[in-house]
């Protein structure tokens, strides 16, 4: 879905954009896509065992070939270290900053909002006036999400979601990165690491139920039936 969505807004970018934008387009698909994969393998290199009889023994836990306490090991501990600051917090830092820096055009203009407050507020306006008004809002976000040429090079981060969760693939990031990288720290089929991981996964879970992000009802209970399942 959001990866064709992607391909898409690259293709549109490559026809109708300048060609700082269809570059633009391409490398932050890029990063979306490395993104899940080059972090796992990042935060692996520092998953250890040092549970041997001898105190000082430590070897890579996906690689035994690998011994820990070589110097060899500490220069490629400083490298991964680097590259955490590069990809895992790089790139969900930078999508933050091209979501919000554009949150004006893809976010809610309040008009949702303001109905609903003076809904609750006020007893002369009924339901039926703030649902009308949240629609209005809805509508014309989307409408300049569309017609702004501006934020096509980065539409796959938020036309699957709703104006009012602009911000929720920074929200899927951090889940991701948090499934795929603190898990690698404990021991595989250890208690501590199928605990750990139904805290993020039911975290995650609650997440996705309060805040429905999709603008597709249907997507927002896949998304839900999925996550129930993994």
């Known amino acids: 879905g959001r990866i ?5 807004s690259l293709a549109k970018s490559l026809g109708t954009s300048s060609p700082a934008q269809a ?9 979306y896509l490395i993104f899940p994969g080059v972090s796992a393998t990042i935060f692996k290199t520092f998953a250890k065992d040092t549970e041997w009889e001898d ?31 590069l990809y895992p917090l790089g790139i969900p830092l930078l999508f933050a900053y091209l979501l919000f820096s554009r949150r004006a055009i893809i976010g809610d203009m ?15 306006i009924d339901a039926e006036a703030a649902l009308f008004a949240s629609m209005l809002g809805r509508d014309i976000t989307l409408a300049r999400r569309k017609a702004d040429g501006s934020v096509k090079f980065i539409s796959f981060l938020f036309s699957a979601y709703t104006p009012q969760c602009w911000y929720y693939e920074i929200v899927e990031c951090a889940r991701r990165l948090l499934l795929t990288g603190m898990l690698v720290f404990y021991k595989d089929g250890s208690s501590t690491q199928i605990v750990t991981a139904l805290v993020l996964a039911c975290g995650s ?12 009802p249907v997507d ?8 129930w399942v993994t």
């Open 110 to 124: 309040g008009l949702g909002r303001l109905a609903r407050t003076d809904a609750e507020s006020d007893a002369r």
């Open 23 to 31: 570059a633009g387009a391409a490398c932050v698909l890029m990063m």
């Open 55 to 85: 105190e000082d023994e430590c070897w890579l836990r996906v690689d035994y070939s690998i011994d820990c306490s070589t110097d060899t090991y500490a220069l490629f501990e400083m490298y991964a270290g680097l590259c955490i600051v």
């Open 220 to 227: 927002n209970r896949l998304a839900a039936m999925a996550q």
């Open 205 to 216: 879970l609650m997440i996705l139920t309060e805040t429905m992000p999709f603008n597709d």
């Open 4 to 8: 064709r969505t992607g391909f898409e």
